[in-house]
């Protein structure tokens, strides 16, 4: 049999009750169009992917990638798409927002030769937003557009993109494959990631075209849109600068770091107003920083690779550890250069890196280990 002529990407988790309702969604919007549907399950617990196979059974078009001990929706669209071998691909969430009747658009603005990258989008003329569920997610979404505007790079004749934040794209699977090996892989902003990437595969901007598409209300399942993204989505505009130079789970490892810091001088200013010691404020700082970090980087640093029953007790011990030793060699570090004339400031940045790097690398290798 031939390859189909486009692949529609669907990365999902536990989104069981919306696969049958998504191929017949396809199905309606696609007539005349030679297509697959490739579902990408990151091992959900409710079953999606044996719902995918059980679809897949019966119509040749569906497809499931079942991936274990790995998470997260922008690698499971870069596996989604390097396993299609068609010439286009679109990429839309497995949660039914997305309004599928748009695909045949978004195929032919880039099968036409319009662009490299066609958007489904919210923020143009007859898009909507109004699907987001709350006055929250509007600010959450709001705050990340406004961020990822400020470095996006706008191609001469192309309009600055006014969605960087959809998940709802087409392009040409060669322009994608492109990309890749610049791809960060990491949060849930592909788009965002792909644009940023592009360039460093092709030598400029991509053409980005946007066209108008409605964002409905979820019918089934739960949003996976939190503050944590916007972590995410932040980390990935920092290692994009470095230019990949640093990992970006190191990236999202320091800012927690910094999140750790400011919980320290919360709890020392409490524990001042309260007329404790000195040394016992900071002694109860500390260790709530290191409670606050280990919670933090187990849910968002290491979210695929996530501590939960005795596991995550252990690991809180042993993370608490490996942070003392941490602040040992850093405070020694920095005595050290203190002493030959470094001054505080550059002694005491180089302690702080050394702890930093000294607790990433122990806890990546240690505590939240690739079993």
């Known amino acids: 049999m031939s390859s189909p002529s486009v692949s529609i990407v ?86 039914l927002q997305h309004d599928e009747t748009r695909i045949p658009a978004l195929l032919a603005a880039v099968s036409s030769g319009a ?44 309009a600055p993109l006014r969605d960087p934040m959809s998940g709802f794209f087409a392009c040409e699977r060669r322009f994608f494959e492109q990309a890749a090996p610049y791809l960060s892989g990491h949060g849930f902003k592909i788009l965002l990631d792909l644009i940023l990437s592009a360039p460093r595969a092709t030598g400029q901007a991509p053409r980005v075209l946007e066209l108008p598409a409605v964002f409905r209300a979820r019918q089934q399942g739960e949003s996976k849109l939190d503050l944590l993204v916007l972590v995410q989505f932040v980390a990935m505009l920092l290692d994009k600068a470095c230019r990949g130079l640093l ?24 524990a001042r107003i309260a007329g404790l010691d000195f040394a016992v404020a900071q002694t109860t ?10 919670w933090l980087n187990n849910t968002l640093t290491y979210r695929d690779r996530r501590l939960r029953g005795p596991r995550l007790w252990g690991g809180l011990t042993l993370f608490m550890a490996v942070c ?17 004339h470094h001054g505080w400031q550059p002694a005491g940045a180089a302690g702080a890196a050394i702890a930093v790097v000294w607790n990433y690398a122990v806890s990546s290798t240690l505590i939240w280990r690739v079993r």
């Open 10 to 95: 669907v990365p999902c988790y536990r989104e069981r009750l919306n696969i049958r309702p998504m191929v017949d969604a396809l199905d309606a919007a696609l007539g005349g169009i030679d297509w697959e549907a490739i579902f990408v399950d990151d091992d959900s617990p409710d079953g999606t992917a044996e719902e995918i196979r059980a679809v897949g059974a019966r119509d040749r078009r569906v497809r499931g990638l079942r991936r274990i001990g790995r998470r997260g929706l922008s690698s499971a669209v870069i596996e989604g798409v390097l396993a299609s071998s068609a010439t286009l691909v679109a990429v839309i969430d497995g949660d």
């Open 324 to 340: 003392g030793v941490g602040a040992v060699a850093g405070v020694g570090i920095a005595r050290a250069l203190y002493d030959t």
């Open 115 to 158: 662009c490299d990258i066609a958007v489904g989008s919210r923020h143009v003329d007859g898009g909507d937003s109004s699907g987001l569920s709350s006055a929250w997610r509007h600010r959450l979404s709001e705050s990340g557009i406004r961020l990822a505007r400020a470095v996006l790079p706008v191609r001469d004749g192309f």
């Open 247 to 270: 990992p970006m789970r190191f990236l999202v490892f320091a800012l927690v770091g910094l999140a750790g810091v400011a919980v320290n001088l919360v709890v020392l200013d409490g």
């Open 285 to 294: 700082g500390t260790i709530v920083a290191m409670v606050a970090n280990f």
